[in-house]
């Protein structure tokens, strides 16, 4: 027979793509952990606050707070069609004792939103570490290569030239602007904390017999035990689903980042100027034994795409929220949310892995400047004929002349550009003949790139990852 998991679709963000720290996150069972511990935050605050409740029962939570018979809450849930009575009735089960107090005071959504806010926080925890990673990696590809010369692309056709290592600073630009997004969103997550029904916090003030300051010390207790400092003062039953949408949104925007980081790899590996890693055994492909693939940035750039689309979701959510609330946005975000963290998780292990081994071909780089140099160069020849006594109008027509010849000689016999040897032949450009490789030094023609690339190492990009140095030196193997 086969095995049971090969019977059923399994998601490829979970089996085939994300870090066991991710999958973990949105596992069942660190939910169904986090909902036990919300349980047991609530009892030993209400307790703290007079309410009676034993140490013994608090005790009796704690022994069995992992302690899950998933069985048993299957079976509960397809008796009661109610996920949050299922466990309770499962933690009650193994916890005799302290079953009258479970839940005591509770809606459903004080476990479900407080465990997705966990969630939503100890994900971008795991997301953090790794965009810094990402950003160290392209920041020391950027120095490496400050100084090399490259064709710049403007409409994607040949323009001013600018060094390889400026052109990853475009991309860390980008990242940067996405790694000061995650952070905002992740210190700007609320605890939804002790709300009640309908967010009043009705339930608690009858147990509390009308103290409005137990009340609130119940709400700043559990808060702090579940590691927030804040909690939304407030709320409906739910936490607001616009919550949602900053969270998500920040990922989508990373999405289109890779994206384009992925997709400029791709137009450089068709170049053949840049390439991603390729292992010593890797097919690229099964009828063209020669090709080498940029499959990880086509990976990247495939996964995003479901990342940037994975936004709209919450925000329909947030939108057809009734009044205090309505169930429609629960099945949504058991998909949408995991889902883009997985997806975030996955391109940024894989952005991490290409960013480590790219690998640079400086000679075909300079092959290509050389086609297109001297074009760019004709300002320089005319300045420097100027220079030597020459008239600028008889210059420029005679560079026209010549330059028009040698693009036929490019586009319509497929020959190599030949102005320079057509300048050189040419009896009116004899005062600068002896300047003309000065003239056509690449490194003349990258402005103040190295210069902008140190500076923006230095300024910018150290400051930011200064806080994650400790985690620095994790490498990514890609299984797949």
């Given at each position: 027979d086969?095995?049971?998991?090969f019977l059923?679709?399994?998601?490829?963000?979970v089996?085939?793509?994300?870090?066991?720290?991710?999958?973990?996150n949105?596992?069942?069972?660190?939910?169904?952990?986090?909902?036990?511990t919300l349980?047991?935050?609530l009892?030993?605050?209400?307790k703290?606050l007079?309410?009676?409740?034993?140490?013994a029962?608090?005790?009796?939570?704690?022994?069995?707070?992992?302690?899950?018979?998933?069985a048993?809450?299957?079976e509960e849930?397809?008796?009661?069609?109610?996920?949050?009575?299922?466990?309770?009735?499962?933690?009650?089960?193994?916890?005799?004792?302290?079953?009258?107090?479970?839940?005591?005071g509770?809606?459903?959504c004080?476990?479900?939103?407080?465990t997705?806010?966990?969630m939503?926080?100890?994900?971008?925890?795991?997301?953090?570490p790794k965009?810094?990673?990402?950003?160290?990696?392209?920041a020391?590809?950027?120095?490496?290569?400050?100084?090399?010369?490259?064709?710049?692309?403007?409409h994607?056709q040949p323009a001013?030239l600018?060094?390889?290592?400026?052109?990853?600073?475009?991309w860390?630009?980008d990242?940067?602007?996405?790694?000061?997004?995650?952070?905002r969103?992740?210190e700007?997550?609320r605890?939804?904390?002790?709300k009640?029904?309908?967010?009043?916090?009705?339930?608690f003030l009858?147990?509390?017999?009308?103290d409005h300051?137990?009340?609130?010390q119940?709400?700043?207790m559990?808060t702090e035990?579940?590691?927030?400092k804040?909690s939304?003062?407030v709320t409906?039953?739910?936490?607001s689903r616009?919550?949602?949408?900053?969270?998500?949104?920040?990922?989508?925007?990373?999405?289109?980042?890779?994206h384009?980081i992925?997709t400029?790899?791709?137009?450089?590996?068709?170049?053949?100027?840049?390439?991603e890693?390729?292992e010593?055994?890797?097919?690229?492909?099964s009828?063209m034994p020669?090709?080498?693939?940029?499959?990880?940035a086509?990976?990247?750039?495939?996964?995003?795409?479901?990342l940037v689309?994975l936004?709209s979701?919450?925000?329909?959510?947030?939108?057809v929220?009734?009044l205090?609330r309505?169930?429609?946005?629960?099945a949504?975000?058991?998909i949408?949310l995991?889902?883009s963290?997985?997806?975030?998780?996955?391109?940024?292990s894989?952005?991490?892995n290409?960013?480590?081994g790219?690998v640079?071909?400086?000679?075909?780089?300079e092959?290509?400047?050389?086609?297109?140099?001297p074009?760019?160069?004709t300002?320089?020849?005319i300045?420097?004929?100027?220079?030597?006594?020459g008239?600028?109008?008889?210059?420029?027509?005679k560079?026209?002349v010549?330059?028009?010849?040698a693009?036929?000689?490019?586009?319509?016999e497929g020959g190599?550009?030949?102005?320079l040897?057509?300048?050189?032949a040419?009896p009116y450009?004899?005062?600068?003949?002896?300047q003309?490789?000065?003239?056509?030094d690449?490194?003349t023609f990258?402005?103040r790139?190295?210069?902008?690339?140190?500076r923006?190492?230095?300024?910018?990009v150290?400051?930011?990852l200064e806080?994650y140095?400790?985690?620095m030196?994790?490498k990514?193997?890609?299984?797949?």
């Amino acid at each position: 027979d086969a095995p049971h998991c090969f019977l059923k679709y399994r998601s490829p963000l979970v089996s085939r793509y994300a870090s066991k720290e991710m999958a973990f996150n949105f596992s069942d069972r660190k939910k169904f952990t986090i909902w036990r511990t919300l349980w047991i935050y609530l009892a030993k605050s209400e307790k703290e606050l007079g309410l009676p409740i034993t140490d013994a029962q608090v005790s009796e939570m704690e022994a069995h707070v992992e302690d899950i018979d998933f069985a048993m809450a299957a079976e509960e849930e397809r008796k009661l069609r109610h996920d949050v009575m299922a466990h309770v009735h499962t933690f009650a089960n193994c916890c005799p004792t302290a079953a009258p107090i479970i839940h005591l005071g509770a809606t459903s959504c004080y476990v479900g939103d407080n465990t997705d806010l966990i969630m939503l926080r100890d994900g971008f925890d795991i997301l953090l570490p790794k965009l810094a990673r990402v950003i160290d990696r392209l920041a020391n590809f950027a120095d490496k290569y400050a100084d090399l010369p490259t064709l710049g692309f403007t409409h994607y056709q040949p323009a001013q030239l600018t060094t390889v290592g400026k052109r990853a600073c475009l991309w860390l630009q980008d990242l940067l602007m996405d790694i000061r997004n995650l952070q905002r969103a992740r210190e700007d997550l609320r605890f939804r904390g002790v709300k009640g029904t309908t967010g009043t916090q009705a339930s608690f003030l009858q147990l509390f017999q009308g103290d409005h300051d137990k009340v609130e010390q119940l709400d700043k207790m559990v808060t702090e035990m579940a590691g927030f400092k804040k909690s939304y003062l407030v709320t409906g039953q739910t936490y607001s689903r616009k919550v949602d949408i900053d969270s998500l949104s920040v990922l989508a925007s990373l999405g289109a980042t890779v994206h384009k980081i992925c997709t400029d790899i791709r137009l450089l590996a068709n170049l053949k100027e840049i390439e991603e890693p390729f292992e010593k055994e890797q097919i690229g492909s099964s009828a063209m034994p020669y090709k080498r693939n940029p499959m990880r940035a086509e990976r990247c750039c495939s996964l995003a795409r479901h990342l940037v689309a994975l936004v709209s979701d919450p925000l329909q959510t947030a939108s057809v929220q009734w009044l205090e609330r309505t169930l429609d946005d629960s099945a949504n975000r058991r998909i949408s949310l995991p889902e883009s963290f997985l997806t975030a998780d996955i391109i940024l292990s894989t952005l991490q892995n290409i960013t480590e081994g790219l690998v640079v071909y400086p000679k075909v780089i300079e092959r290509h400047i050389r086609h297109e140099l001297p074009f760019m160069a004709t300002e320089n020849i005319i300045m420097a004929m100027v220079k030597a006594g020459g008239n600028r109008q008889d210059c420029h027509e005679k560079i026209r002349v010549l330059s028009q010849q040698a693009a036929a000689v490019v586009k319509q016999e497929g020959g190599d550009n030949d102005l320079l040897a057509r300048v050189q032949a040419d009896p009116y450009f004899t005062p600068i003949l002896n300047q003309l490789d000065d003239l056509l030094d690449p490194k003349t023609f990258i402005g103040r790139a190295p210069q902008q690339v140190a500076r923006f190492l230095t300024e910018e990009v150290k400051p930011v990852l200064e806080p994650y140095k400790s985690k620095m030196d994790v490498k990514i193997e890609l299984e797949l």
